[in-house]
């Protein structure tokens, strides 16, 4: 039967318009938002609308089982990500979504098993891209509608931010999608398809046309009291018939408690009192049910109905089973007026009512006894009754008797836990509540349960202001355990509503800030395009809503830092800024930050490790621009001060001998660099994978460089000593890294295995010693036994997939390394890694001669993005690229004219580009070495390098390379 033929349409006609008008748009506009307070019609028009678009066979609303197309965010199921998710794909058909499904379940393994994996991230990104696609590909051809209701319920959750980021996906673009909500808050964030449409009450001709269609035979002076009485309210008119209807009372005395008021929502609250005192009247039993479901609020289901008869039976004389019950409410006419305050849910067959009933009854029954048949104590005890039955007997055991050890239900048993964690926060926040939120709490934290944790924080952050200090401590642990395991997108929301929501004392929304724009550069997020537009924001609030990267909150920080006189926190945002512009490669830009973030004198105690840890990173830049001596001195201050400080955190001894380390390595001293690594190394054994697998890192790539300076100086046995050495490390370092949270680390530790690849490479020829040959031969042995496996990437760029990886040859071994490099950097949009993991690939690829795969690595460089001038740098890499191509294929003029301004291009743009100029620039000294022009060609190529470059920043930057080209043409002349 059609739930909606009971319903008379009247006065929405324009609502039912706009969304038809959509087709109109062409995809520009495709969505539209009805907003409207509770009881004005929004689900009454997503019904006419689905009614609608069911006449016409083209439309695909949901497959015939769905029994409900509404995806309703009242549902406990729709308040995370992953419900959410799967409410749309029941609407669109899951036959369209097997890869999606696939994904979806490696990252549920993958959650369980090693929830820190720093690959749990860049999956979870797979499953969400991969959703948008499969999405796609379920609409393409198709006229769909989708629909949602109660958005106010979600809007500032998790699920609420990514339900935005869907309705502004271009893949859900070829799609009509009609979302109902009632708060005005959205206004600010919709995407700009998306229509905004305001529900207007019924005026008087439209009240008189709604009683006529209900066959009511009413006064002009009865229509215009009962617009008057109502406010214009269609729910409110629907039961005020219902009660007429089934003989309760006459319309005449519903309306009278409102008979001498004049002000419209005075009379709207007296007939709210009247309708709620009918339903309060224990005179049938469908209002018992109706009461018992105004306290459950969300469930009412077979298990509850079969349990309220077994405790309660005179309460359900006439009523047989729950089944009975329900075919009332969907399918017998006589209750067909209770059709707009039901809400049924084919999950489970629950039984729901309106929102805005509930809301009746939380304002006119708990609080007031407003009938000799309702007093106080009546509604007390029948709440007590549902807390000792339901709450606390019926739900327990259903969660952890019936649901806890059913692995196909766990859906089901997270939705309980969801609605449970509810009803306690409802009776008693500050005690159950908060008690039934940790022991759920730490049930997800053990098993990686982040669905589970996005119900239990959509449940308790309404209650924030009912829980102690807020829940500030529950707040701060949650968005802790997000931002440790990877969710981001979910630790950014939680940081910004305690950055929002808990002021006082600063402190407080100084480590949400601090932590909210660290959460930010771990996603990638930068650089904003209008800074000053939102920090001139009228208020804070304003600004937090607004903002949406590390930029910007460290900024908003130091201001706030700077207000309250916070000078540890202004250290700290200082050092975030200067981080952020060293990461883009602005280096001039966080040197000054850092020195500002660093006293001049000696620190206090307070102060000194926030001190240190400025001082290093400032050494590293210094170190990064060659100024070894003053770097060499910044980290040796550090180091003595830390280390006659009784408080000092080993962590940070080990931190500075490693930045130490790294200028010394930095400053061409690897054997010097190699006694300070060894101290790191010791120090950082004990503190944990992420420590150890940065300073194995950091001691195999000097190992590596000491390898490589030993085989140049033909000492090929101490050549393969140290790279075995290295091997190890760097070996050792990706194995840690896949166990803990360091995803850069693994980036950049997997490009320098593979450099250790190149070197074996080189190595393997060599030596004419036996002895060497044998050494080198073992070494080799171990390498091909080490295969890095990455289930995600399986056939990464190159399209060979992991299972092949010990059957590659050493060169092709170092390109695969390079590849995931590159992808599991470009998973948290850390550009540069990315970037150096393709131009080494592409370098093996030009060594290798595949030339196709050279010009995929370079458009794949095309599509990095990072601060404004990264375009410059990867375009002129990309250009240098495709010019070592065309030299290795001998289009040396066409090579020339593209060496000629690009290498200008990476000396002038300064900061990190002067990394890339150096890799870039020892792959044409390789080239200019190679004896394969004519000498007359040869020579005028050189001369117009010679020319061109001598006076220019070329010289400064690279002597060396200058050098060559002299050296060159001296031996030409």
Known sequence: MNHTQFLPFIGRNEALSVYHSLLSYRQQRNAVYYHASGGLGKTWVLKRLIEDCRRQPRWHIAPPEVENPIIDFFETANRSVGGLRHSIIDRLGWEFFDAFKKLEGELRSLETKDPTSSSVHALSRRVDNQFFLDFERAVQGKYVGLYFDTFEVAHTLRVGQWFLEFLDDQRTKRCLIAVAGRTSAPILSLPANVIWDELEPFTKDETREYCQEHGWKVTSDEVTQLCESTNGHPLLMDLMFYFRNANICSLQELLEPAKNEKDREAKKKKTEQAVVRMFTTPSQSVSLVIQDMAVLKR???????????QTNPESYLDLTDYETLRRRFL????????????????????????????????????????????PRRQWERLRKELREEVVEVWYPQQIETELKDQPDKQTLRRILIGEYLGYLLGFDPQDAGVECYRKYFAEAKTASDFELGELLLAEILPCADRLPERGYEIFREHAQWLSDTGQYESAESLYKFIAKDHGEPPVRRLYALANLGHTFQRMGRYTNPTPLKLLEAN???????????????????LMFANEVGNENYQNAFNQGLGAIEEAAGNWSKAKELYETSTPESDPTENVLVSWAQANTALAILDGKMGDYDVARTRCQQAIEALENYSQARPADIANAYFNLAQIERYDDRPETAQEHYEKAVGLGSGLGDAYRAKFLQGRGT?????????????????????????????????????????????????????SVYIELHALRPTSADETTRQRIGELIQVSTEFSYSSPEYEYVLIGVPDREFEKLDLLEKAQRLYEISYLEADALNQYHESFEGLTHAASIALRLKRSDEVKRYAEYCGTLHGAAYHEYLYNAVIDII????????????????????????????????????????????????????????????????????????????????????????????
């Open 299 to 309: 469930r009412f289901a077979p298990g509850i109905f079969d349990l309220r008869q």
């Open 331 to 374: 399918e017998n006419d006589s209750f067909k007026e209770l059709h707009s305050i039901v809400k049924y849910r084919s999950e489970g067959q629950v039984l729901t009512l309106h929102d805005e009933v509930l809301r009746m009854f939380e304002e006119h029954a708990w609080v007031n006894p407003i009938s000799p048949e309702a």
């Open 539 to 557: 208020t804070f609030e304003k600004r937090i809503q607004s903002l949406d990267n590390a930029k910007v909150v460290y900024e908003l920080g």
């Open 702 to 754: 000097n190992l590596f460089t000491l390898g490589q300076r030993a085989r140049e100086n033909r000492q090929d046995i101490a050549a393969i000593e140290y790279q075995a050495k290295a091997f190890k490390d760097l070996s050792t370092a990706v194995e840690l890294c896949d166990k803990s949270d360091t995803k850069l680390y693994l980036a950049d530790a997997l490009r320098r295995l593979g």
């Open 882 to 973: 495709q010019a070592h191509l065309d030299f290795d294929e001998g289009y040396f003029e066409k090579a020339l004219n593209a060496y000629i301004p690009n290498y200008l291009t990476l000396a002038e743009i300064g900061g990190y580009a002067l990394r890339i100029f150096h890799l870039q620039a020892r792959e044409l000294e390789e080239r200019l070495r190679r004896d394969v022009m004519p000498i007359e060609q040869r020579k005028q190529f050189l001369q117009r390098l010679e020319s061109l470059w001598s006076k220019t920043t070329i010289f400064k930057v690279s002597p060396k390379l200058i050098f060559v080209i002299r050296s060159l043409l001296k031996q030409l002349r």
